[in-house]
């Protein structure tokens, strides 16, 4: 029966498609990487990589073993920190992605210690790609994103309802109006969150799906430097409605409804389906529900 060191090596190669990039993450000799996929090739009578010049592509009975000891390593991970902190609170590691890190996220990490006051949680707010990594990797229990997860090993439920704005500075020709169709968004200059972020990715859609081009002059992760330089008419931007209420009201920033463009989305509860879903992860659910 393969072991756990057998296994774990066995899903680095699978992830990185190469012995000698499986070697480098796990800190070993590509020789011990070699050695050890031989060993579960010949334990279970079957070919688990197609040796290619360039990569190991993963056969049919290597998915079938993938999927398996993703789950084992899952359980056994589960099970280690569940043995260290069995006379401690329960250890919850949640993900979320920018613009709900800025404007929900202490609110929710505020009502779900007060209602479950034995859950120790630990927040990690970053972009829905490098959260969907992190969730692939067992890195963090559960989260809570924007964006689109493109990995089918990733779980995802729609919980919270959520609307993008497109933005301008109170001195913009688009200030004074009530809409401005999509066209007029051609060759625009626009402030833009960085390429991995949800709120990104479902805006680059709607525009391509348009056929409507458009310059990204900036890129930046911080919705604060976006308004920012909305505020000094450096380009358009589009932010979540919830990251830009207060700087509307003080009369900063405009949004501007684009004619027949639906830019309503929903924020995703997501985990890795090969990890247990414990009881803490289920009563982060309810307090995010508890929010609608």
């Known amino acids: 029966m393969a072991t756990l060191r057998q296994l774990k090596t066995f899903i680095a190669v699978a992830e990185c498609g190469k012995m000698y990039e499986a070697a480098r993450r796990l800190s070993v000799s590509r020789p ?3 050695q050890i996929i031989s060993e579960l090739e010949e334990e279970y009578q079957a070919p688990l990589f197609e040796r290619l010049p360039r990569e190991m592509r993963i056969t049919l009975a290597g998915r079938v073993l993938l999927n398996n000891a993703q789950e084992l390593v899952s359980l056994h991970e589960h099970l280690e920190q569940s043995m260290k902190n069995i006379h401690a609170h329960r250890l919850l590691r949640i993900g979320a992605t920018l613009t709900i890190g800025n404007t929900m996220m202490g609110s929710i990490i505020e009502r779900l210690q ?3 006051p034995d859950i ?8 829905t790609r490098l ?11 559960i989260a809570l994103v924007e964006g689109v997860i493109t990995q089918s090993t990733i779980v995802t ?3 919270l309802e959520d609307s993008m704005c497109l933005i301008c500075g109170a001195d913009h020709p688009f200030a004074s109006r009530k809409s401005v169709a999509i066209e007029e968004l051609k060759d625009r200059y626009f402030i833009m969150r960085e390429k991995g972020s ?7 859609n709607i525009m391509l799906t348009h056929r409507i081009p458009f310059f990204a002059k900036w890129e930046c992760s911080s919705s604060t430097a976006i ?18 209420l207060a700087a509307v009201e003080r009369g900063e920033i405009c949004a501007v409804p684009v004619e027949d463009v639906s830019m309503k989305r929903y924020f995703y509860i997501c ?3 090969n990890h247990l879903v414990n009881s803490q992860m289920k009563d982060f659910e309810k307090v995010v529900e508890e929010c609608r």
């Not at 120790?120 to 972009?127: E, I, K, P, T």
């Open 32 to 34: 011990t990487v070699c």
């Open 114 to 116: 007060t209602q479950y």
């Open 120 to 127: 120790d949680v630990n927040v990690f707010v970053d972009n």
């Open 131 to 141: 959260l969907e990594h992190r969730l692939l990797h067992n890195e963090l229990d």
């Open 157 to 159: 439920r729609p919980v």
């Open 198 to 204: 949800g709120t990104r990715a479902i805006f680059e």
């Open 227 to 244: 308004l920012e330089a909305v505020r000094h008419n450096l380009g358009l931007g589009v932010l979540s409605k919830r990251c830009i």
């Open 271 to 273: 985990h890795n389906k």
